[in-house]
């Protein structure tokens, strides 16, 4: 230093560094839309109902939860001659498994059907308000994917149904209703046809009690 300058010591003033806010685990493993898209929409097809002249009269959709396995509503196939599934640009014949009816829950075999089972949460993980994601075929329109959430647990005389404003059209019964981490919660069934967003989904817990209550 130069005689007579007196140096000031420097100071350094180290600001707290923020913190990043750490995504709770239900955070980190949810989905964007485009993800859950793209993860579950190869499982969900197109069902077709043939009468006796071969032709289709009624058309919805339906989940793959098992190898060649696909759940369906029963009131798409009830009355049809033949069945058949179309997935992948692909077309596949259909044979009835197990019905239950008063469920409005139907299972087909289709033999030789590439595509995979879904993932499968439980009714006991879900809560009114959080986002869900249905997947179908409305008005043929196959794969249309729809946003809402659960709007209500609803108890019906069959039993407690799931209430929601994702969006479903004649042709989404039988499809998948998935939650943000693309797992299916419930099968997209009927709508209030007098008002809008007025929709309903079976739960897929039921999957496990067909014919068995």
């Not at 001659?81 to 289709?110: F, N, P, R, W």
């Not at 075929?137 to 647990?153: F, H, K, R, V, Y």
């Amino acid at each position: 230093a130069t005689p007579g300058v007196v140096v000031s010591p420097t100071v350094v003033v180290v600001q707290p560094r923020a913190e990043a806010a750490v995504p709770s685990p239900a955070q980190a493993s949810e989905l964007s839309p485009e993800a859950v898209y793209a993860k579950v929409a190869p499982s969900v097809v197109v069902v077709d109902s043939i009468d006796a002249s071969g032709r289709p009269f009624a058309r919805g959709s339906g989940v793959v939860t098992d190898a060649q396995q696909v759940v369906t509503n029963c009131h798409v196939v009830q009355r049809a001659v033949q069945i058949k599934v179309h997935s992948a640009g692909m077309e596949y014949t259909a044979t009835s498994g197990t019905s239950d009816t008063t469920l409005d829950l139907c299972m087909l075999q289709v033999a030789n059907l590439p595509a995979a089972a879904v993932a499968r949460s439980t009714m006991a993980k879900l809560r009114v308000g959080q986002t869900v994601y249905a997947i179908g075929a409305p008005q043929g329109l196959d794969q249309t994917l729809s946003q809402g959430l659960i709007s209500a647990l609803r108890e019906m005389s069959m039993g407690m149904v799931i209430q929601t404003s994702a969006a479903i059209s004649p042709g989404s019964s039988g499809g998948g209703l998935f939650d943000s981490q693309g797992r299916l919660v419930g099968i997209t069934t009927f709508q209030a046809k007098t008002v809008q967003n007025l929709n309903f989904a079976l739960p897929v817990d039921w999957l496990d009690t067909m014919r068995t209550r």
